[in-house]
C-alpha cells in the first residue's frame, strides 16, 4: 500500500461526493416532472413519445399496475433481444459475418442484458455482429438501468407521499428516466472516451502484419457509445472480452477513472434525491454514508491483500525477479499502466455496483483479495450498488434496521414518516431470501452434478470460489466472473439465466408490494419516541445490519472457498 495509492482512492470519493448533490437535484427535477435546462429541447420529443404510444402522462398506476407493466416491458424486451441474437446472420451491418448464436447462448444472453446483468457466455467482438450490438445491447443497456432507477423513484414515492394509492407511471418514469438522464449523460461520456482514444465507427475489422511476419486481426466497431451507457447504467457488458483491461475499451489511466467516476455516479445521486423527496436531505446523506463505510471497508481490505502478495513466493524458491515482484504485492492479472491501487479501486466499485466491468482479473487475486468482490456482491450490491437496485436494496436492509431498533425498544418502527408493520417486514424478508436461496442453491446443484463441474478448470476452494462467485454474480446481476469456468454450455447459459430471473423480479416484486403498502399510510410526526435516521446511530446500526444478514447467511460458503484457501495458501498449498 501506497501514499500515491491512497491518494488516488481519496481524490475519486472527494468527486464522487462532490457530484452528489448536484446530479441528485437534477434527477429530483426529472422525476417530479419540473422544468431543467434541456426541457425545452426534449420536452415535445417526451410528449410525442407520449402521444405515439397512446400513454397519459398525468394517470397515475397503482403498485401492481406499475409491476405488470414493468414485467411485460422486460418480456418484450427479452423476446426482442433473443429473435435479434438467433437471426443476427441474416441481418445487415454484420461486416464479420457473425454467425446466430445456438438457443441456449440466446437465452443466456437476451435475460443477462434485460435484468441489467450482462453476464457474457461469449467474447463480444467474436460473436456479436454491429447490429445487434447497437440494436440489442446498447438499448438494453438503456431501458434495463432506467427500468431499476423507476423502481427505486416508486419505492421513494411510496415514503414520501403522505397518502395515495398511487406511485407514479411506469412508462412516464422509463421515459423521463432514458431521455432526460441517460441519453445526454452517455452521449457526453462517449465524446469524452472518443477524445481519450475509443473507437467508434462501423468499419470492418483491420488485418494487420506484425514485426514477425504474423497475421492479426484488430477489432473495432461501435466501441465508446457502447462502453459510454454499459459504465453510466452499471451494465458492465464489454465490447472485447477483455473488458476494460482491453487498450481500446480502455486506453488511458484518465479514461479509467472516468469510468469508474460513472459507475457509481446515478446510484449515489439516487440517495441525494431520496433526500429531496422525502423533504430531509439528511436521510439521503444517511444512507450515503453507511454506504461509504461499506465501500471503505471494502476497499482497504482487497487493496491490503493485494498489497501483501503471496508469501508463498520466496518459501517456494522462486528466483529473485519474481520474489522481488510478489513482495511488491500481487500483479498476476493486472495491468502494469494501472496497478494494484487502481485495479483494487476499480474491482471494488465494480461489485459494490451491479456493474460487471473488469480492468483486472479477480481470478488471480489473493484469496482475501478476491473474497472482497465476491463479499460485495453477495451483501446485495448495495454499496451504493447498481442504478436503482443499489437504493431499493439498502433500503431494504434500513427497513430491517428500524425493525431490529423497533424490537429493541417496544416500539412500532418507523421510517421516514411511515409505520413499518407486519407486511412490509415479510415482503422484505422475501426479497432479501431470495437471494440466498439462487446463488448458493444453485451452487449447491452444480458442485454435485457432472454438468457443473465439468465446467471447472481449478481444483479445491480456489475452485468452488469460481463456481460460487458465477452464480453469486448472475443472482446479484452483476455479470463479473471470478474466471476459471467454461460456462458457454446448455448447463451453465440456463442455470445462470435463472440465477438472473431470480436475482431481478423475485426481488423486485415484494419491493413494490412494499411501496404499495407505505404509499397508503398516512405520515406520522416524529415525536420524543422516534427513532432518528439521520444520524450516526442509524448510520451504525444500518451498517451492522448489512454485514451481520450477509455474515449469518454466507460465512459457511465462504469458509468453503476463499477463507479456507487463505489458510491452505499461508500453510505452503497452492491451487
Given amino acids: ?12 470519493f472527494v468527486l464522487l461526493t462532490l457530484i452528489t448533490r448536484p446530479l441528485g437535484g437534477f434527477l429530483f427535477r426529472v422525476f417530479e416532472g419540473r422544468s431543467t435546462l434541456i426541457s425545452r429541447v426534449l420536452g415535445p420529443v417526451e410528449r410525442g413519445f407520449y402521444k405515439l404510444a397512446g400513454v397519459d402522462a398525468k394517470a397515475e398506476q397503482h403498485w401492481t399496475s406499475y409491476t405488470l407493466a414493468m414485467l411485460v416491458f422486460n418480456l418484450v424486451c427479452f423476446v426482442a433481444l433473443y429473435l435479434l441474437q438467433l437471426y443476427q446472420n441474416l441481418l445487415p451491418l454484420n461486416p464479420q459475418g457473425m454467425s446466430g448464436l445456438t438457443a441456449d447462448l440466446a437465452f443466456n444472453t437476451a435475460i443477462s442484458f434485460v435484468t441489467n446483468t450482462n453476464w457474457q457466455s461469449y467474447g463480444g467482438e467474436t460473436t456479436m455482429s454491429y447490429l445487434t450490438d447497437m440494436l440489442g445491447l446498447t438499448v438494453h443497456n438503456f ?17 414520501s407521499r403522505r397518502s395515495g394509492k398511487t406511485i407514479g407511471n411506469f412508462w412516464v418514469d422509463l421515459t423521463r428516466c432514458t431521455l432526460y438522464v441517460l441519453l445526454p449523460l452517455a452521449i457526453v461520456a462517449a465524446l469524452f472516451l472518443i477524445w481519450q482514444g475509443m473507437p467508434q465507427n462501423l468499419s470492418a475489422y483491420t488485418d494487420v502484419s506484425t514485426l514477425e511476419g504474423a497475421k492479426q486481426t484488430i477489432a473495432q466497431g461501435p466501441v465508446a457509445s457502447q462502453v459510454a451507457i454499459k459504465m453510466l447504467g452499471t451494465n458492465g457488458g464489454g465490447f472485447f472480452n477483455a473488458n476494460a483491461a482491453h487498450p481500446f475499451e480502455n486506453p488511458t489511466a484518465l479514461s479509467d477513472f472516468f469510468q469508474i467516476l460513472l459507475i457509481f455516479a446515478i446510484p449515489a445521486a439516487l440517495t441525494n ?21 461499506l465501500f471503505f471497508v471494502g476497499v482497504t481490505t482487497c487493496y491490503w491483500a493485494e498489497s501483501q502478495g503471496n508469501p508463498q513466493f520466496a518459501a517456494l524458491g522462486i528466483d529473485q525477479q519474481a520474489s522481488s515482484l510478489q513482495a511488491g504485492g500481487n500483479m498476476e492479472g493486472k495491468e502494469a499502466r494501472f496497478g494494484i491501487a487502481r485495479s483494487t479501486l ?18 488471480s487475486y489473493t484469496p482475501l483479495g478476491g473474497m472482497v468482490p465476491l463479499v460485495n456482491i453477495l451483501l446485495g450490491e448495495v454499496i451504493f450498488g447498481g442504478v436503482g437496485a443499489g437504493l431499493y436494496g439498502m433500503l431494504a436492509f434500513a ?16 421510517y421516514l414518516g411511515k409505520k413499518i408493520e407486519a407486511k412490509e417486514v415479510k415482503m422484505i424478508m422475501l426479497a432479501l431470501l431470495c437471494l440466498p436461496l439462487a446463488n448458493i442453491g444453485m451452487t449447491a446443484l452444480a458442485v454435485v452434478l457432472p454438468q457443473g463441474l465439468s465446467g471447472l478448470s481449478n481444483a479445491g476452494p480456489h475452485g468452488f470460489s469460481e463456481l460460487f462467485y458465477a452464480y453469486a454474480s448472475a443472482t446479484g446481476n452483476n455479470g463479473s466472473a471470478f ?10 447459459n440456463i442455470t445462470l439465466a435463472l440465477s438472473m430471473m431470480i436475482g431481478r423480479f423475485a426481488f423486485i416484486v415484494p419491493m413494490m408490494a412494499v411501496a404499495g403498502s407505505l404509499v397508503v399510510k398516512k405520515h406520522t410526526p416524529a415525536s420524543a419516541g422516534t427513532f432518528p435516521t439521520d444520524g450516526g446511530l442509524f ?37
Fill in 1 to 12: 500500500m501506497t501514499l500515491n495509492g491512497w491518494v488516488q482512492i481519496l481524490i475519486y
Fill in 346 to 363: 476499480f474491482a471494488t466499485i465494480t461489485t459494490d455496483a451491479s456493474c460487471g466491468a473488469i480492468n483486472s482479473w479477480h481470478d
Fill in 143 to 159: 431501458v434495463s438501468a432506467a427500468t431499476g432507477i423507476a423502481l427505486a423513484v416508486a419505492l421513494v414515492r411510496g415514503f
Fill in 273 to 293: 434525491l431520496l433526500g429531496r423527496m422525502v423533504k430531509s436531505e439528511l436521510q439521503g446523506w444517511a444512507i450515503y454514508s453507511a454506504m461509504a463505510v
Fill in 483 to 492: 474466471g476459471g469456468i467454461s460456462a458457454n454450455t446448455p448447463f451453465y
Fill in 539 to 575: 448510520i451504525g446500526l444500518l451498517v451492522g445490519v448489512v454485514i451481520i444478514v450477509g455474515g449469518l447467511t454466507y460465512f459457511p460458503a465462504l469458509a468453503l472457498g476463499p477463507i479456507v484457501e487463505h489458510f491452505s495458501m499461508l500453510a505452503g498449498n497452492l491451487y
Fill in 399 to 414: 427497513i430491517a434496521a428500524v425493525f431490529i431498533a423497533g424490537l429493541m425498544v417496544g416500539r412500532t418502527p418507523e
